[in-house]
């Protein structure tokens, strides 16, 4: 049985992409501060298939806040990863007007 992870915070650096297809992969590094504030290491993130799908067409970039609950896995480089299973993205309205 997995276990389900919520993580809510904001994307520590822009997606990257991969694959293509089934094996299409979206890497993502989550800011998940401690309650008092202080930052503490990203969480790394994978989205497949569907999931790399939206954030392909939302276009989340580095500040944004995210939500997502998933699982603990491996990567296709076999390092811990927490595997999306469902997203909810806010996007940093300042970023997109700089843009």
Do not use: F
């Amino acid at each position: 049985m997995k276990n389900t992870v919520w993580l809510h915070g904001r994307l520590a650096q822009d997606p990257r992409y991969a694959g293509a297809g089934a094996m299409r992969v979206a890497t993502l590094s989550v800011s998940t501060p401690y309650p008092d504030g202080q930052e503490r290491e990203p969480v790394p993130v994978q989205a497949r298939a569907r999931h790399c799908d939206y954030l392909q067409r939302e276009q989340p970039l580095k500040g944004d806040e995210i939500m997502l609950r998933g699982h603990v896995g491996r990567s296709q480089d076999d390092e811990s990863v927490v595997i999306a299973s469902a997203i909810a993205l806010h996007p940093s309205t300042e970023q997109r007007r700089e843009s």
